[in-house]
């Protein structure tokens, strides 16, 4: 299984932006397949995640609100809308699948990361 993210970027706080994860690869529906991302002084944190043949979302409180998480199965990739972007978000996004969402990055499979920058 590969993932390849885009749609990173440079954007103004307030501002949106939606980034893509294209898989390569079977998945299957019990997996859970989101994103994470590194976070100075806090590590990883898994930012959303889909899972289930019917598509149950989570999502990290700092991002609740702000961030949607979907997926195309047809396309066989995610999608995650960010709006209301802050400088905080700034950092690399990963498209990770596993077994388990709290598993995200640890074990199981992710990209190379898409890099997004919030300043003025």
């Known amino acids: 299984l590969q993932l390849v993210e885009s749609g990173g970027g440079l954007v103004q706080p307030g501002g949106s932006l939606r980034l893509s994860c294209a898989a390569s690869g079977f998945i299957p529906d019990y997996y859970g397949i989101g994103w994470f991302r590194q976070v100075p002084g806090k590590g990883r944190e898994v930012v959303a995640c889909i899972t289930g043949s019917h598509g149950e979302t989570n999502y990290a409180d700092s991002v609740k609100g702000r961030f949607t998480i979907s997926r195309d199965y047809a396309k066989n990739a995610v999608y995650l809308q960010m709006n209301g972007l802050k400088p905080e978000d700034t950092t690399i996004y990963y498209c990770?699948?596993?077994?388990?969402?709290?598993?995200?990055?640890?074990?199981?499979?992710w990209g190379q990361g898409t890099r997004v920058t919030v300043s003025s």
């Open positions: 990770a699948a596993d077994v388990q969402c709290v598993s995200l990055g640890f074990t199981g499979y």
